[in-house]
């Protein structure tokens, strides 16, 4: 800025701008007072209700050290749907993730995981993988460990209902008094930096984030006869943050507000989900899983549950059943776009047919399955003439035939248990995703961290994308713990270093591993040839090799993945 | 849950760890037969079977049993699997691996074979059959394959043999057999098919230099250009015209080979005639 002449001087001087300010304009001294323009400031802003962004708001209410922190979270939908959610005891959502044991620790010291509801959760501790390319297959469990003391099986993951984890999250959340940090029903309309208040608050560097409420007049109305602390304040319409949490999904409005890339690309593969049944087991383990282990027994103690992968290369990904309770199984199929709106398509009866025909045929009859009329099932309804019969059941009895010839007992002795019988589909429960690899060049920028899928998207084949948003959460609320307690300003970059460098590295590990073993199950998917053969069978054999040969390399495997 | 078998301490020096270890059963312990015919053989045996059928057949070249112990010990790990899922690809080659169809005198009954129309494939077929003095019986089971529809699809191979030679003519000389050959190597990558193409040697002169110019690149040529032959529900084809037929698998149809040898032979009795009746008139 130029000099100026002053007039009080009588003589060219150099003032600078801060100066001039000071001296031109009067000092009014105010003291907790805040001008209306000054935006409402927060501790911790997170953008984002889902499970990471829930977490990290109850760990950081329930850790003595964060509890103080003014702290909000925005959400755009309702939050008191999930709040409500409940299901009948047979019925599981579509929507289950298979949590880790760190996971549930980390829920467990936040008290969180008191609150969601055990009888709807299923602990698995034995996980078979197996390719329809080779023979081989790989059993991860802890077994080797266990039976050395005789200890009851080790869990690998505990299956859970997101609805399940979100309805827990949010009743502890309300059980340490923080409802009122819940904007649910809040839109952010803009994030920007604030602005440099010459008789306030410098809040340039601040995020300042513009809310919108989306909520109906009437339903505010009928949370007046609520407790003080679930009753959110009404909506702000500015709310500056000193840290901007973003845990807002794949699309993150903060990520964009703080100019971070996200990179990757998308899988062409869409992930299809469904609950179904299964038949149960032998009847000497059967239907209570939750019996008491004899320690004092010299047979091997049965595993509660199990999981089961089956990578289909030529069909553009693996099959996983995850075990739920009462029979049940959440089912994840990676699969092509053109694969899962066939799957969609079928009826019910045929999608447990090509279920099941998944889990146990080659792939050469599997593609001849998935190229078979559907037959859509509103059709079946009205008309009944016996080539409709025919084309409704062309998938049961076509798997039915190849059953009989197809080996499902290949000669490796290591594979215990064949996969189980899928008698069932839970009513509108089929559904796809798309699969896609992101993630952002960086987690933290100046007053800016990202946590959840803003962070990093992964393919589902290894169970890992929520337990990566739970550990962020994890670190970040350690984090800001870290600076509260040392005097920091929470939001400032230094700070924030902590939780980068604890996390980023890890989460891209992580990713890119998954990626890498996505990739390396898709070798040998282009065709029918010499080439594709050879290359099954040499997964085969690495595969048979992790299994047995390398005494430690499965519990690095497990150690790495929980 | 370990193998239940404790091999002695010298073998377990020297075998390979158990996931790398390829032999499941010792000769002494020979698991039970998964069809009636089968006979479970360890690598070695498969080796030594595959060898000696291949050093048999050269010699003896109308020893059809070790052409067919040849075949079989050949075709796996992974020609006869692909085979087999050609077939499983095709929804007629499923339907025939549905219904299994034999081809054996009894279900080819020669009497009917000779009364369908003229030029159909079964009218062709038993022409050929009686042309070369031949029956549908001469087939040998086949004992060496473990997977039972892997079995069927070899021995459906086996009898369905003969109807390639029917529908192009080729006769069972050793020259026709192996144009037959090269042609079904180059539509179902059988090994054995190749392995056989070694008996080039035991032709005449002439003969090679006749199969190399002439049947050899049409056997490539429409081996490749085919529709696969092991597709082909033959009994339902029996009377179907075969130019049709062949139209629709891509077949063109070769020189006639005994025709060929028929009118060489006759130039050679002409020219030794014309000779001996000049040496006689001059002499």
Known sequence: ?562 | MRATTTPSSLTRLLALPPPLRTRTFSVLSRPPPNYPGHIPLTILERLSLAAGSAIGSLAKPYRHDLIASLGETTAKPYFLSRLHRAMLNNPTGRRILRDRPRITSKSMKLEELRQMPENSVGRAYAAWLDREGVTPDTRDAVRYIDDPEEAYVMQRYRETHDFTHAITGLPVIIEGELAVKAFEFANTLLPMTALSLVAIVRLKKVERQRFLEVYMPWAIRNGLKAEEVINVYWEEELETDVEVLRARLGIEKPPDLRDIRKALREQKRRQKAEREGSGAGAG
């Open chain 1, 1 to 562: 800025m130029p000099a100026r002449i002053s007039a009080l001087t009588g003589r060219s001087s150099f003032i600078c701008a801060q100066c001039r300010k000071a001296l031109t304009a009067p000092k009014r001294r105010r003291l907790l007072s805040t001008s209306p323009k000054t935006p409402e400031i927060y501790d911790v802003v997170t953008v984002g209700g889902g499970p990471a962004g829930l977490a990290l708001l109850a760990a950081l209410k329930s850790s003595p050290v964060t509890s103080h922190l003014k702290t909000a979270l925005i959400e755009i939908q309702d939050l008191t749907k999930p709040r409500q959610w409940s299901s009948p005891g047979d019925q599981f959502s579509n929507r289950a993730s298979s949590f880790t044991p760190s996971s549930v620790s980390f829920l467990e010291t936040t008290g969180s995981w008191a609150h969601v509801d055990q009888t709807r959760i299923q602990a698995y501790d034995e996980m078979q993988v197996w390719d329809a390319a080779n023979d081989a297959s790989i059993q991860f469990d802890w077994n080797a460990e266990t039976q050395k003391y005789n200890a009851p099986p080790q869990t690998i993951a505990t299956m859970c209902e997101n609805a399940n984890l979100t309805r827990g999250l949010l009743e502890r959340i309300v059980e340490l008094g923080a409802g009122s940090s819940l904007f649910s029903s809040t839109s952010v309309s803009s994030i920007e930096n604030g602005v440099d208040d010459p008789e306030g608050l410098n809040l340039s560097t601040w995020p300042v984030l513009s809310l919108e409420s989306q909520s109906q007049p009437h339903s505010q109305s009928q949370s007046a006869g609520q407790p003080p602390s679930d009753t959110p304040n009404p909506t702000p319409t500015n709310i500056a943050a000193r840290l901007l949490v973003g845990a807002d999904g794949f699309n993150s409005p903060v990520r964009a507000f703080a100019g971070i890339n996200s990179s990757g690309w998308d899988y062409n593969r869409h992930g299809v989900v469904a609950t179904l049944t299964l038949q149960p087991a032998d009847s000497n383990t059967a239907t209570d899983r939750t019996h008491d282990f004899d320690l004092f027994s010299s047979e091997p103690l049965p595993n509660r549950a199990t999981a089961y992968q089956r990578f289909l290369p030529q069909l553009g990904g693996p099959i996983a059943i995850l075990p739920l309770p009462h029979d049940r199984a959440s089912m994840v199929w990676s699969t092509t776009p053109a694969n899962a709106a066939y799957l969609k398509s079928l009826p019910p009866s045929a999608q447990v047919a090509m279920i099941n025909a998944a889990l146990r045929l080659s792939q050469t009859d599997l593609k001849y399955l998935l190229s078979l009329p559907a037959h859509s099932h509103s059709d079946s309804a009205k008309t009944d003439t016996d080539a409709d019969t025919d084309a409704n059941v062309q998938h049961e009895t076509e798997l039915r035939w190849r059953l009989e010839h197809t080996d499902s007992a290949p000669a490796d002795l290591t594979r215990q248990q064949p996969p189980p019988f899928v008698t069932g589909i839970q009513e509108n429960s089929l559904a796809s995703f798309p699969l896609r690899f992101r993630h952002a060049t960086s987690l933290i920028n100046p007053r800016v961290a990202l946590i959840g899928d803003a962070a990093h998207t992964i393919h589902p084949l290894a169970g890992q994308g929520l337990n990566l948003g739970l550990a962020d959460a994890k670190s970040l609320a350690e984090c800001i713990a870290y600076s509260v307690s040392h005097g920091m300003d929470v939001g400032d970059a230094m700070a924030l270093e902590r939780y980068s460098s604890a996390r980023f590295g890890r989460g891209l590990m992580m990713a890119g591993g998954v990626d890498v073993l996505n990739s390396l199950y898709q070798l040998g998917s282009g065709g029918d040839g010499m080439l594709a053969s050879v290359v099954g069978q040499a997964r085969g054999l690495g595969m048979k090799v992790v299994n047995q040969l390398v005494p430690g390399l499965k519990g690095l495997i497990m150690r790495q993945a929980s």
